[in-house]
């Protein structure tokens, strides 16, 4: 046992070694993780499906996994329940450490990670390859999507694209005036909501904190919000602890924040535009914008845990749930680009493609997906230390006070 | 009876002293154990090495004393505003009422234990939001509701956990036999004085008996002030926060901790009491 | 002490303003259940009954009231069996670390329901998975039972300390076995305290949310769980209000029940 962890520690510093004298810069932005800093346990994927075993169970983002309880209309469950015979079970995530720690528990087969997720599931081996072969709608997703850093480590697919979107600064059209449109609204100091602000209650959140110094302060030189070095950390914890004495309450939970925005407990925040959606179905005044810096956002991956003794369902699923109908069913519900490109003939809003920019790549470059922050720094230094997600969560806890 | 006794005492410990013993203070002591571990920074994989760094940061880290004394002044809060409501109530219920009234009081009283604790929960923060009834029932006077926040918690904390304090409070009251009242009353003492002097003091070990609960519940709750407390944090969430934000199996360990002393504290101070008699 | 007009009046007004205070919230809960919005504003916006309708079809909710059933059921009378053996021994003999017993049993109730759920957790995958023991029901009622025990145990040793022993020992001088005095003679005395700790033992379990998250696999959903999922789905999210608004209505039977069945009106012990 020693011996292999040695063998693996030695791989992992060659890996470090070599990878460190290439330069990111701007064009890989997203994903300089996967090749620097951590080896991919070995693992193989399913070589061939089996007989489907009856259940698959799920970890999945709010309004992923819909069988038709929260809109009669929105069910994309039963017809899978019905074709492949296996039941889904469904626990949803509120963030993507509670999906991090729920995977590692061994009791789910599938997960809808998002990229600060899938890394650290696959460098963990809780999640292990996935035979593309297996999941025949692959074929037609966004080359975009593809291979990515999040979702692949050295041209080894560990999972299928669901879709990607950005996060939105939402607002009470009659609470906020003048409309924003920029974030600056949530973290101005003085802030007439005082006590009426909300953020996403997660360590990531430090994240768009950087983002917004990385557009106000440019002398801190933040490339990307989430390499952040001790001075440029210190800068964004500052700005949320400041941040901290306006929030009314953090939000994992969304109808907390429906319900919040509809009582005008909470008048502006980070949000999704599957709550916004639903929040105006209950006739709330509320309109979401996606300010003038930027937004942090997410690409999300289906994976399937190492553990799971229903690999056959986990793989059905996978297929289903890119399958053209039911990813773009999904994509309109929760308010997102989806990743087949057949999907967009599928939608019931013609222009969803369009206005999610579901092939407009020069659009997602302005959107910093949720990544693993680690000590390498993913934007390429080399000459400094970034602080790690262990880090980023003390500070978070720290911050709520 | 006498010759088979140490046998049948053994028998009739052994079950539950196994249940408790194994399955209770063994997963304790595993978890107590896994608080000297330390887990993998990016993978979030336990690394079975004894280390005293968890510790080190709980002591040292302001966050964890701050939360710490600001969660055990919360249930102390609640315990004593327990106390002052139930005390009243259960007084009523053994002393004054007739003893059909009595039955139906109980019942009334026991009857929430069975609404649910989150459905509960989330009508107080219906109650206490923006435009919810505390909100409207103070406006005719200018006032305004406390809204979500640690006043919002101690409230429905202490709301929720009434029923555990005035159930005791009413058992040790319905023991005290109604002529010690009367002698009092016989020997020249008000119903003040006697409360203070006589009733007090004998029922003093059920409300401490109550207030284990109402003290051991609040300690550790975690999802009532994530519904109605706003932004605040208690040592329940540190816990929560730890073991599924941080995915930091050994940290929770090692904050867990910290309630399993204070209560172990509160229970030993307790037991000069004479309360655990009085469960 | 006889208790002047004025302050019976004041303590019986006390003790009405107490009730309201307490039932007020639980009218907040039946009054959403029919209101139409999904979210909870005030003052309801109108009166519709179908919620009631939704959710007497709803199949989650009855599937996790029958789970919910059978793990209290379970766990109370785990807790019936340990519990009352326990306190026969705490109060029939004496021996040492009598004292322990107590607090080792007060224990799963006294500390924070996380640091149970947590711990059970661990030790369930670390000892129970590799047996092949899986996270599920099993895993749930052993979850309940561990703070099950001491509420059936408080209630029958208080019962039994003020029988006394005396009666037991007449009837085993009488020629009774310990098996028929037992029957004959104990169980007759505690039966209505094993009714009140059972009783009170299954509200526990049956509305436990912390420890069951930590001990429930991704199968099994308790009403708790039921509830915790969905009240975070707004078209859920009134039917639960019915389904605890029918909780708060039907529980007076059982515990008016046991109030009727029980010489004991203390309510039982904790």
Redesign the interface.
Same mark, same amino acid.
């Given at each position: 046992m020693n011996s292999r962890r040695l063998l693996v520690l030695a791989t992992a510093a060659v890996l470090v070694l070599t990878a460190c004298g290439s330069d990111s810069g701007t064009k890989d932005k997203n994903g300089a993780a996967a090749t620097q800093g951590f080896t991919a346990p070995k693992l193989t994927a399913l070589d061939k499906l089996g007989t489907p075993e009856g259940e698959v169970n799920i970890v999945a983002w709010a309004g992923y996994v819909e069988d038709g309880s929260s809109d009669k209309n929105v069910d994309w469950v039963t017809p899978f329940e019905q074709a492949t015979g296996c039941k889904v079970n469904v626990k949803v995530g509120t963030t993507s450490d509670e999906m991090v720690s729920l995977i590692k528990t061994g009791q789910y087969d599938v997960v809808s990670a998002s990229g600060d997720a899938s890394l650290r599931l696959i460098a963990a081996g809780d999640v292990e390859p996935v035979n593309t072969a297996l999941v025949p709608n692959y074929a037609d997703v966004f080359e975009g999507l593809k291979k990515q850093p999040w979702n692949s480590v050295k041209g080894v697919e560990y999972g299928v694209p669901h879709g990607r979107g950005a996060n939105l600064l939402m607002y009470r059209t009659d609470k906020v005036k003048p409309a924003p449109d920029s974030w600056g609204a949530v973290f101005d100091a003085s802030s007439p909501y005082k006590g009426h602000i909300t953020a996403y209650d997660s360590p990531i959140y430090i994240a768009d904190a950087a983002l917004y110094l990385m557009k106000t302060k440019p002398e801190l030189k933040i490339k990307n919000p989430y390499a952040l070095d001790e001075a440029q950390f210190t800068a964004a914890v500052d700005l949320l602890k400041t941040q901290n004495a306006n929030v009314g309450e953090y939000w994992g939970d969304y109808l907390k924040e429906i319900q919040a925005f509809k009582n005008a407990d909470t008048v502006i925040g980070t949000s999704w535009q599957i709550i916004v959606n639903l929040a105006k179905a209950e006739k709330a005044p509320v309109e979401a914008v996606l300010p003038k810096e930027g937004a942090t956002g997410w690409s999300d991956t289906w994976m399937v845990a190492t553990k799971s003794k229903h690999k056959t369902c986990a793989y059905k699923w996978l297929d289903h749930i890119i399958s053209p109908k039911a990813n773009a069913q999904v994509a309109e519900w929760f308010g997102e680009a989806p990743s087949n490109a057949k999907s967009c003939n599928e939608t019931a809003d013609k222009a969803h493609c369009d206005t999610f920019h579901a092939d407009d790549e020069a659009y997602f470059d302005q959107v910093w997906y949720w990544t693993t922050p680690i000590e390498q720094c993913l934007d390429g230094r080399t000459k400094v230390k970034c602080k790690n997600y262990s880090e980023w969560t003390t500070a978070w806890q720290e911050i709520k006070g | 009876m006498h010759r088979l006794s140490w046998l049948r005492l053994g028998f009739l410990l052994s079950a539950p002293m196994a249940w408790l013993l194994v399955a209770y203070l063994g997963a304790l002591a595993v978890l107590l154990v896994s608080a000297f571990w330390t887990t993998d920074v990016f993978t979030g994989n336990v690394i079975h090495q004894i280390t005293t760094a968890n510790f080190h940061q709980l002591l040292t880290s302001d966050l964890y004393r701050t939360v710490t004394i600001r969660s055990v002044l919360v249930a102390a809060a609640v315990t004593a505003i327990c106390a002052v409501v139930a005390f009243p109530m259960a007084f009523y219920m053994a002393k004054v009422a007739s003893p059909t009234m009595r039955r139906f009081l109980v019942v009334a009283v026991l009857t929430p234990l069975w609404a649910s604790y989150l459905v509960k929960v989330y009508a107080w923060r219906a109650m206490f939001s923006g435009n919810g009834v505390i909100n409207w029932a103070l406006e005719p006077f200018g006032l305004n509701g406390p809204g979500f926040g640690l006043t919002a918690t101690v409230i429905v904390l202490a709301y929720l956990w009434l029923p555990f304090m005035i159930l005791p409070i009413y058992a040790g009251l319905e023991r005290l036999p109604d002529s010690l009242l009367e002698a009092s009353g016989d020997l020249g003492a008000g119903a003040g004085r006697t409360t203070r002097s006589v009733v007090l003091p004998l029922v003093f070990p059920s409300v401490v008996a109550g207030s284990i609960f109402t003290f051991s519940l609040s300690l550790g709750d975690y999802i009532a002030v994530q519904i109605v407390g706003g932004k605040s944090q208690l040592i329940g969430n540190l816990i929560y926060g730890s073991l599924l934000t941080a995915n930091n199996l050994p940290l929770a360990g090692a904050l867990a901790t910290v309630p399993i002393v204070i209560m172990v504290i509160y229970l030993l101070g307790v037991r000069r009491t004479g309360a655990l008699d009085q469960l | 002490?006889?208790?002047?007009r004025p302050?019976?009046l004041a303590? =019986?007004a006390?003790?009405l303003l107490?009730?309201a205070?307490?039932?007020?919230?639980?009218g907040?809960?039946l009054i959403?259940s029919f209101s139409p919005?999904?979210?909870?504003?005030?003052?309801p916006s109108g009166f519709t009954l179908s919620w009631w309708g939704k959710a007497w079809d709803n199949e989650?909710a009855r599937a996790a009231l029958a789970t919910s059933v059978k793990a209290a059921l379970g766990a109370t009378a785990?807790a019936l069996?340990?519990?009352t053996? +326990?306190s026969?021994?705490v109060a029939r003999?004496r021996?040492f670390g009598r004292?322990a017993?107590?607090?080792?049993?007060?224990?799963?109730? =006294?500390?924070?329901?996380?640091?149970?759920g947590?711990?059970?957790s661990?030790?369930i995958?670390?000892t129970l998975?590799p047996l092949g023991i899986?996270?599920g029901l099993f895993t749930v009622i052993?979850g309940h039972?561990?703070f099950c !025990?001491?509420v059936v145990y408080?209630n029958v040793l208080a019962r039994l300390r003020r029988v006394g022993g005396s009666l037991e020992?007449a009837s085993?001088d009488l020629g009774a076995g310990?098996l028929q005095t037992f029957r004959f003679v104990t169980f007759p005395a505690v039966r209505s305290a094993l009714l009140a700790g059972g009783l009170?033992a299954f509200?526990?379990s049956?509305?436990e949310? !912390?420890v069951t998250t930590f001990t429930a696999?991704?199968?099994v959903q308790t009403?708790?769980i039921w509830?915790?999922? @969905?009240? =975070?789905?707004? @078209?859920? +999210?009134p039917i639960? @209000?019915v389904? +605890?608004a029918l909780?708060?209505v039907l529980?007076?039977i059982p515990?008016?029940l046991a109030?009727?069945l029980s010489a004991d009106?203390?309510?039982?012990?904790?």
């Open positions: - | - | 002490m006889r208790l002047s302050s019976r303590l =019986a006390f003790m107490g009730l205070v307490i039932y007020v919230p639980l907040v809960v959403s919005e999904k979210t909870f504003g005030w003052p989650g785990v069996v340990l519990g053996m +326990a026969f021994a003999y021996f004292e017993v107590s607090i080792l049993l007060v224990l799963p109730i =006294a500390l924070p329901g996380i640091v149970t947590i711990a059970l661990s030790a995958q670390t998975r899986d996270f052993i039972s561990t !025990i001491v408080n020992e085993m310990v009170l509200a526990l049956f509305d949310i !912390i696999g991704p199968g009403l708790p509830i915790y999922q @969905n009240l =975070a789905r707004p @078209n859920q +999210a639960v @209000n389904v +605890a909780l708060i529980s007076v515990v008016w109030q009727r009106t203390s309510g039982g012990r904790l």
